[in-house]
């Protein structure tokens, strides 16, 4: 079955970078977008960034374009976050997701903490 498994959150000063991987099982990773989705405490759930398939082409919600960069290594069926200049705002579990016929599918999640 399809699983996704985040991993690469933890405790980070402002200013900081943290990269957080997503590996994908189950499915034809190379055949799927996939995003990465933020939930901070009291909000709702966000999108965060997209990548395509086979094309890798991107976007990113405004409030991180130009410090996060989403990537994807088909051979490896992982997608990475990479993510710099971080602010307390950022302070979220980080969730990657993908559409499988017609299902979502969610990772269990990484908490990402951004403190002094």
């Known amino acids: 079955q399809v699983q996704l498994v985040e991993s690469g959150g933890g405790l980070v000063q402002p200013g900081g970078s943290l990269r957080l991987s997503c590996a994908a099982s189950?499915?034809?990773?190379?055949?799927?977008?996939m995003n990465w989705y933020r939930q901070a405490p009291g909000k709702e759930r966000e999108l965060v960034a997209r990548i395509t398939s086979i094309g890798g082409s991107t976007n990113y919600a405004d409030s991180v374009k130009g410090r996060f960069t989403i990537s994807r290594d088909n051979a490896k069926n992982t997608v990475y976050l990479q993510m710099n200049t971080l602010k307390p705002e950022d302070t979220a579990v980080y969730y990657c997701n993908t559409r499988w016929y017609g299902a979502i599918y969610w990772g269990q999640g990484t908490q990402v903490t951004v403190s002094s």
């Open positions: 189950g499915f034809t990773f190379s055949n799927y977008a």
